[in-house]
T-cell receptor, first 112, second 113 residues
Framework: DAGVTQSPTHLIKTRGQHVTLRCSPI?????VSWYQQVLGQGPQFIFQ???????GRGNFPDRFSARQFPNYSSELNVNALLLGDSALYLC???????????FGEGSRLTVL | SQQGEEDPQALSIQEGENATMNCSYK?????LQWYRQNSGRGLVHLIL?????REKHSGRLRVTLDTSKKSSSLLITASRAADTASYFC?????????????FGSGTRLSIRP
């Protein structure tokens, strides 16, 4: 079975642009969570979706939004990019809400 | 904000020695999990311990949980070069309407050959 897949793996944007990151969960997993990881720090929680509904939101500005589709895949959107948005964005899927997370390899975003 | 804080921030030991990492957290939890991350890669789940458990083993890993002290420890026995990575604890909150698993800042473990 395929693991969690994320795309793109690397991308470079300029300040003010918009970015969309995509995630496909493990088959059968209904929960997708998004994390931001800045170099040298732990992952910071952004969103969790379960059964296509938002179940948790971290302390991120409204420029960050996400959604989950009927096939349980998910998108993370970030508008009006800032230099500080440069980070590794990790997607994780799970069967439930608070159990073991299965991570993808991440999308590395660089904002210039 | 980080719920868990790992200690030490960095640890360097000789291959074959045991490595111990500690995690402290702030609020009541449903479970606590440990993850490993090789540089720039995704995180890999190692072990989950529930709030009503005190100790759990998996291969060379031993995790303890003390809910009265809001702390956990991860012991890796007989370390190998392949254990070089960052290790994170993560907590799932209890009694919360918001569902989120929160990670600590991590311990960078280096195994010297």
């Amino acid at each position: 079975d395929a693991g969690v897949t994320q795309s793109p793996t690397h991308l470079i944007k300029t300040r003010g642009q918009h970015v969309t990151l995509r995630c496909s969960p493990i088959s059968g997993h209904k929960s997708v969570s998004w994390y931001q990881q800045v170099l040298g720090q732990g992952p910071q929680f952004i969103f969790q979706y379960y059964e296509k509904e938002e179940r948790g939101r971290g302390n991120f500005p409204d420029r960050f939004s996400a959604r989950q589709f009927p096939n349980y895949s998910s998108e993370l959107n970030v508008n009006a990019l800032l230099l500080g948005d440069s980070a590794l964005y990790l997607c994780a899927s799970s069967t439930g809400i608070i159990g073991e997370l299965f991570f993808g390899e991440g999308s590395r975003l660089t904002v210039l | 904000s980080q719920q868990g804080e790992e200690d030490p921030q960095a640890l360097s030991i000789q291959e074959g020695e045991n490595a111990t990492m500690n995690c402290s957290y702030k609020t009541s939890i449903n479970n606590l999990q440990w993850y490993r991350q090789n540089s720039g890669r995704g995180l890999v789940h190692l072990i989950l311990i529930r709030s009503n458990e005190r100790e759990k083993h998996s291969g060379r890993l031993r995790v303890t949980l003390d809910t009265s002290k809001k702390s956990s420890s991860l012991l890796i026995t007989a370390s190998r070069a392949a254990d070089t990575a960052s290790y994170f604890c993560a907590t799932a909150p209890a009694y919360s309407s918001a569902s989120k698993i929160i990670f600590g800042s991590g311990t960078r473990l280096s195994i010297r050959p």
